[in-house]
C-alpha cells in the first residue's frame, strides 16, 4: 500500500469518531451518514481547530442533511445530459467524464451528493470504450473534464490508462482534472503522479479551496509539484453560508491561492441540491464579495461568480452593475464608487 492509500484508509467515517477530540453532544449525529456517506482524512481533520468552525462545517454530518426540502437531488439534469453512462455533454465543445464517485473527504455541500459517495464507481475499462467511442464520432469535443468524486483517487495505473486511451482522440486538445486531493489528501501527489500527467499536456488542473485554513505547508507543497510539472492550476471555490460568505475572507482566500501558484478561476453560487440547502447564500452575497474583490486587490485573484443554471442551462458570470446609459454617455461606477462619465 503506497503512503496516501495508507492515510485514506485511516480516514475516519463515523462521526463517533469525533467524539475522541471534541466535545460535542452525540445525539447530533443522528443517522446521517447511512444515507450520505462521511470521510475525513488525517490531514483534513487536523485541519479543525473546534466544532462548527469553517473546516468542520465543510465535512462533518449535519441532521439538517436530512430535512424536506424543495431542492431535488440532480438539479442540472446531468443524467438526462449524459449521452453514455459517465459522460455529461452539455455544450458544444467540452464535456465531463465522471471516473470515480469516491473523494479522500465527503464535503457536505457536494453538488453530486446523489451519488458521491453512495454508488460504486464505474467499472472503467468498460465505460471507457462507449465514451471513447462517443468521443471519436464527436470531433466538436476538445475539452474534456476528469471529474467525479475525485479522479485523482484511482490508482495510477488507472489514471494513466484512462488518459492514454483519451490521447488516442486526435481532436482532443486539453484535458482537465478536477480534484480535491491538493487540499483534502495532499499526500496523493507524488512524484510518480506528477511524471505521468506530464507525459499527457497538455493537463489543466482545477482545484477546490474554499477557506484560507485550507492553505497550509501539505496544501501548498502538492500544488507545487503539480505546477513544477507544468501544469496549471486553478481553483472553484463555493459560496458557503458559515464558511467562506464574507468578503474579507474571501479576498484573504484569494490572495492566499495566487501566492501558492493556483489561479481564481470559478466563485460557484449553491446549486439547488438536495441534502444542502443549509449552505445556500444569497447571490447578493455574492455580489457583495465580487464588490470587495475587482478592483481592491489583483486583477488576478478575481474570479467569475457564476450561478449554474438548473436544467443544465449553463453557467452564467454574476456582475455587480458597473455601467449605466444616458444617451451617449456612460456613467460606469468605479471600485471606490464614483460613477465616472465616459462617451461611447
Ligand atoms: C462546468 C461544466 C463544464 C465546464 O465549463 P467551463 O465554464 O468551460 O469551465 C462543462 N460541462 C459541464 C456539464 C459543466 O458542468
Ligand atoms: S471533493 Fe468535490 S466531488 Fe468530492 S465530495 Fe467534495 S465537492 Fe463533491
Redo the contacts with the bound molecule.
Keep these: 500500500m503506497k503512503q496516501w492509500q495508507r492515510s485514506l484508509a485511516e480516514s475516519i467515517t463515523s462521526p463517533e469518531d469525533l467524539l475522541h477530540q471534541f466535545d460535542v453532544d452525540p445525539s447530533r449525529f443522528s443517522n446521517v451518514v447511512t444515507r450520505y456517506p462521511m470521510r475525513i482524512t488525517p490531514h483534513y481533520l487536523s485541519l479543525i481547530r473546534e466544532p462548527f468552525d469553517p473546516i468542520w462545517r465543510q465535512c462533518v454530518p449535519d441532521p439538517i442533511e436530512l430535512s424536506k426540502d424543495e431542492l431535488v437531488p440532480d438539479p ?1 439534469n ?1 443524467e438526462g ?1 449524459s449521452p453514455v453512462p459517465g459522460l ?4 458544444p465543445d ?3 467524464l465522471v471516473v470515480s464517485t469516491a473523494c479522500a473527504v465527503y464535503c457536505r455541500f457536494c453538488m453530486r451528493k446523489r451519488k458521491v459517495g453512495c454508488t460504486p464507481s464505474p467499472a472503467i475499462g468498460r465505460m471507457l470504450d462507449d465514451v471513447c467511442r462517443y468521443l471519436s464520432e464527436t470531433p466538436a469535443i476538445r ?1 474534456l ?1 476528469l471529474s467525479g468524486g475525485d479522479p485523482l483517487l484511482l490508482d495510477d495505473e488507472t489514471l494513466e490508462e484512462i488518459l492514454e486511451r483519451l490521447r488516442s482522440i486526435p481532436h482532443l486538445e486539453i484535458i ?1 482534472i478536477g480534484t480535491r486531493v491538493p487540499v483534502t489528501l495532499p499526500e496523493r501527489i507524488t512524484t510518480r503522479l506528477c511524471s505521468i500527467l506530464k507525459r499527457f499536456h497538455p493537463i489543466y488542473v ?1 482545484t477546490h479551496f474554499n477557506h484560507p485554513a485550507e492553505i497550509v505547508a501539505a496544501s501548498a507543497a502538492a500544488c507545487a509539484k503539480l505546477s513544477d510539472a507544468g501544469i496549471p492550476l486553478g481553483n472553484q471555490t463555493v459560496l458557503l453560508r458559515g464558511v467562506n460568505d464574507d468578503p474579507a475572507v474571501m479576498k484573504h482566500l484569494m490572495q492566499r491561492l495566487l501566492a501558492i501558484r493556483v489561479r481564481p ?2 466563485i460557484h453560487q449553491m446549486d439547488l441540491v438536495q441534502g444542502t440547502g443549509h449552505f445556500r447564500t444569497s447571490v447578493s452575497k455574492g455580489i457583495e464579495i465580487m464588490e470587495a474583490l475587482r478592483g481592491h486587490t489583483s486583477g488576478l485573484a478575481t474570479p467569475y461568480y ?1 450561478i ?1 443554471l438548473p436544467g ?1 442551462k449553463g ?1 452564467v458570470p454574476v456582475l455587480p452593475e458597473y455601467v449605466q446609459r444616458r444617451g451617449d454617455v456612460l456613467l460606469v461606477r468605479n471600485y471606490l464608487g464614483e460613477m465616472v462619465e465616459y462617451r461611447d
Design positions: 442540472l446531468e445530459l455529461i455533454h452539455r455544450y467540452r464535456a465531463v475539452d473534464i482537465r482545477n478561476y470559478y457564476v449554474d443544465g453557467k
